[in-house]
């Protein structure tokens, strides 16, 4: 079946620093990748849908220049989290999504993300 | 943005019993999925119902849609410890970037 693979599963940074979480489709190309980020006890907020050579398109309230998405490739998108501050820490989640079917969606195993 | 309410947003219960989880989206779907999610882990897909099905059994799970209410249902029978997750229900919506977005989450504890 189709896997998706995060990097890294979790992360310690200094406030100010940025990390940069990847998201890869091991054995298929993903033409469509989301990132969505997942604060404790809540649900999954979407963050971002990235095509593959195209820029991302942000949902509201998502900042583009703190939040760099990167889709270069069919098998790899990256979610840069640029001077990273203590309310940036949360758990990141990537998608892919093979073809353009609305069913084949599969999900990384997710990033914590804890700034200090 | 978030599709969908839940209900409950906790749900404890032993084990053996049944559980129910309900979900509510506000706009036209294509289709509606379940997920799977433990403890600070990833997402596991469970069952996907169409938007012209009324309801699909997988094991232990039975799902229901009902279009005309905008609403959806979660039943896992005879529950198990192992069980114990957080439930999720995700939409993709009919118009737009086909985005999954999903609901608020029901915390699901089987007690042994």
């Known amino acids: 079946g189709a896997v998706v693979s995060q990097h890294p599963s979790w992360v310690i940074c200094k406030s100010g620093t940025s990390v940069k979480i990847e998201c890869r489709s091991l054995?298929?190309?993903?033409?469509?990748m989301f990132w969505y980020r997942q604060f404790p006890k809540q649900s999954l907020m979407l963050m971002a849908t990235?095509?593959?050579?195209?820029?991302?398109?942000?949902e509201q309230g998502v900042e583009k220049d703190k939040f760099l998405i990167n889709h270069a490739s069919l098998t790899l998108s990256t979610l840069t989290v640029t001077s990273a501050h203590p309310e940036d820490s949360s758990f990141y989640i990537c998608?892919?999504?093979?073809?353009?079917?609305?069913?084949?969606?599969?999900f990384g195993s997710g990033t914590r993300l804890t700034v200090v | 943005s978030q599709q969908g309410e839940e209900d409950p947003q906790a749900l404890s219960i032993q084990e053996g019993e049944n559980a129910t989880m309900n979900c509510s989206y506000k706009?036209?779907?294509?289709?509606l999925q379940w997920y799977r999610q433990n403890s600070g882990r990833g997402l596991v897909h469970l069952i996907l119902?169409?938007?012209?099905?009324r309801e699909k059994h997988s094991g232990r799970l039975r799902v229901t849609l009902d279009t005309s209410k905008k609403s959806s249902s979660l039943l896992i029978t005879a529950s198990r410890a192992a069980d114990t997750a957080s439930y999720f229900c995700?939409?993709?919506?009919?118009?737009?970037?086909?985005?999954?977005?999903f609901g608020q989450g029901t915390r699901l504890t089987i007690n042994p």
């Open positions: 706009t036209s779907i294509n289709n």
């Open positions: 990235s095509n593959e050579g195209s820029k991302a398109t942000y």
């Open positions: 998608s892919a999504r093979m073809g353009q079917g609305l069913y084949g969606y599969t």
């Open positions: 119902i169409r938007s012209n099905e």
């Open positions: 995700a939409s993709i919506l009919i118009q737009g970037a086909q985005k999954l977005v």
């Open positions: 054995d298929f190309q993903a033409t469509t």
